[in-house]
Each structure stands twice: as C-alpha cells, then as structure tokens.
C-alpha cells in the first residue's frame, strides 16, 4: 500500500529538494574538513592584517509581527549539515561545502523561518521535546558509531540539547505542512480518471497494478504545487534581504 506521508509529506520543502539535489551534484565535497575551522565566507574581502573574519551575516529575516532575524554563515552550515544527515546524506557531516549547496542550505532555512513563524502566528502544531526524541534517535542513527556522532556535533559546535531544538522545529513545520496538503490526496475517481487517459504509459498493466504509483504521482505533483504556492505567499509578506551571494563560492 503506498504510504502517503513517505511521498508527499517527507520531501515537503522545495528548498528541501534543492538542498539534497545540489548536495548530489556537487557531492557536497570540495576536500577534507581540517578541524572544526570556519567555513571560507564566499565574497568576502580579505582581512585586515592582524585580523580574521570569525563569521558573516549573510541574510536577515522579518516576518509579520516577529523581530528581524539574523542568519548568520555559520548558521547556513549548520542547517544544511541537519538537513542533509537527515536524508542520509552522511558524507556531508564533515565535508566542505560549496555554493550551490550553501545557497540552497539558505533556502531551506529561510522557509523554515518563515513557516514556522506561520505555525506559531496560528499557535497549532507545538511539539514539545518528548514528540522530539525519536526524531533525535533516528539522527543518531545515521552516524557509524557514538562516536561520529559526538565528532560531528563537535564539528559544528552545537550541543545535543541544540540538534534537538532544531529537530522540534522541523518537526513542527512538518505537521503544520501536513495538516495544509493532507486534503491533496488523489481520490480513486481521480486515479481511475488518469489511468484511462494514460494507460498506454504502464505497459498493459491493470488499474488495480498502478492505483498507488498513480496516486503517488498525482498527490505528490499537488504537494509540490501548493507548497511553492504557500511559500510564495509567506515570501511576499516578509522582508527577505540576502547580503551574499552564497553562489558565488567555487
């Protein structure tokens, strides 16, 4: 039976996709991560002599009736680090990463500032850290050993108490996005309705063969477009000002 939630619910961010797309495409790699030292700043002009960048604030986020929010360089790695050993992508635990996935790093972010602020303007969906812990037992889990583990929260100099609170919020826009694309879900009238205009397209197989690869697709089609949609709006409402081109970096 095809599970909903696994195919609509779990790649729900566009800049989600983004993220885990760059990531393969630039293997999320440019060399060994020599110790835990700052991540070269894209676009950055030299120091003064004596001097050394420690971070940079590349964005700065308001939305409706919260306070403006400072997205730092360090924060950007951070976020696309989680993000990504969530989907397994574990090689980038302590990898250099280059522009393009820094850049959807900030992506991915940025919506998660925005929806969850939404979450909170219509108080729904609070997950308190209990709801959290298995989310935090199945990042563990991607690591090796305990060990790998520690190194990485290490790596990007946060504590377990950290991970978990970011895990709680991603949880939270997760539920919020559930509760706004749960009504997307393909009805069997739909599904047959598809399957007679595109039968030729599954090789003779029977109706009953292709009902849930063909209410996979259509629900997940529906998830994409109203996630943009919803995006798009929480964008235009808030004041988005990206100072670097994260791009930029080789």
């Not at 820094?102 to 729904?124: C, F, I």
């Not at 504590?159 to 949880?171: M, Q, V």
């Amino acid at each position: 039976m095809w599970d909903y939630n696994s195919h609509v619910t779990t790649p729900l961010l566009a800049a989600g996709r983004r993220l885990v797309l760059a990531a393969a495409l630039a293997g999320a790699i440019l060399g060994p991560w020599p110790g835990r030292s700052a991540e070269p700043s894209p676009g950055t002009a030299a120091p003064p002599t004596g001097g050394q960048i420690v971070d940079q604030v590349v964005a700065v986020v308001r939305t409706r009736g919260a306070e403006a929010r400072v997205i730092t360089l360090t924060k950007v790695i951070e976020e696309g680090r989680i993000a990504l050993v969530s989907r397994g992508g574990i090689e980038a635990a302590f990898a250099l990463l280059d522009g393009a996935v820094l850049r959807a790093s900030l992506d991915w972010y940025v919506d998660q500032v925005l929806l969850l602020d939404e979450a909170v303007r219509l108080q729904v969906f609070e997950v308190d850290r209990a709801a959290a812990l298995p989310e935090l037992a199945r990042f563990k889990a991607e690591f090796p050993s305990p060990k790998d583990y520690k190194a990485f929260l290490f790596e990007i100099d946060v504590t377990e108490e950290d991970l978990l609170a970011t895990l709680r919020r991603s949880l939270r826009v997760r539920r919020y996005l559930e509760s706004r694309l749960g009504r997307l879900r393909a009805t069997p009238a739909e599904v047959e309705s598809w399957y007679a205009a595109h039968a030729a397209e599954y090789g003779g197989r029977s109706l009953p063969d292709v009902a849930d690869e063909i209410g996979a697709r259509l629900s997940s089609s529906r998830a994409d477009a109203e996630t943009k949609s919803l995006l798009a709006d929480l964008r235009a409402r808030a004041d988005i000002r990206v100072l670097v081109d994260l791009g930029a970096r080789p």
